[in-house]
């Protein structure tokens, strides 16, 4: 039984400037960490990778957590993907009074593709991690959309 979505993780070629952003930009917090070297049998065999060594960290807000990834081996590669291909696009957070978290991340320096959108229900807006992730930035002004956390529960089919 499916009960929602735990984490999402992010490879990062630097998880010291990963983790500075994370943390110290957006307010995410350290829940655990922990590195493994070359030859470790466990995380290979769970990724399905081969003489995998990494340090990791496993951030929380809110109601999730999201999980950083920094692989000195095998070397990684990056596809230059647009939002539009397949695969995950982009993380999106949850915020409150979306025109100044915009302000305050912009003065942080982060780049964003537009300026806020506002709709009746909700307003949202897409910028850049410094690896140049996609993050969504998403506040439901109006708690009876379909997207608002306080619509979460069992579904009316009575499943979780």
């Not at 979505?5 to 922990?34: E, K, Q, W």
């Not at 466990?42 to 807000?61: E, H, N, V």
């Not at 009746?120 to 993050?135: E, K, M, Q, R």
Request: glycine share 8%; with cysteine.
């Amino acid at each position: 039984m499916i009960l929602g979505i735990h984490h999402a993780a992010i490879s990062t070629p630097d998880l010291d400037r990963a983790l500075d952003f994370y943390c110290n930009v957006l307010g995410f917090t350290v829940a655990s960490r922990m590195d493994w070297a070359q030859g470790a049998a466990l995380p290979d065999t769970i990724m399905g990778l081969r003489g995998s060594a990494a340090r990791q960290a496993k951030l929380r807000a809110g109601n999730c957590f999201l999980e950083l990834f920094e692989f000195s081996s095998p070397a990684p590669s990056r596809p230059d993907r647009g939002i539009q291909d397949h695969g995950i696009t982009h993380l999106c957070l949850h915020v409150r009074e979306l025109a100044a978290e915009v302000a305050r991340l912009e003065a942080a320096g982060i780049r964003f593709r537009s300026a806020p959108q506002r709709r009746a229900s909700h307003a949202s807006v897409y910028g850049h991690d410094p690896d140049g992730n996609v993050l969504e930035l998403l506040e439901v002004t109006d708690d009876s959309h379909p997207f608002s956390f306080a619509t979460l529960g069992p579904a009316r089919d009575g499943r979780p």
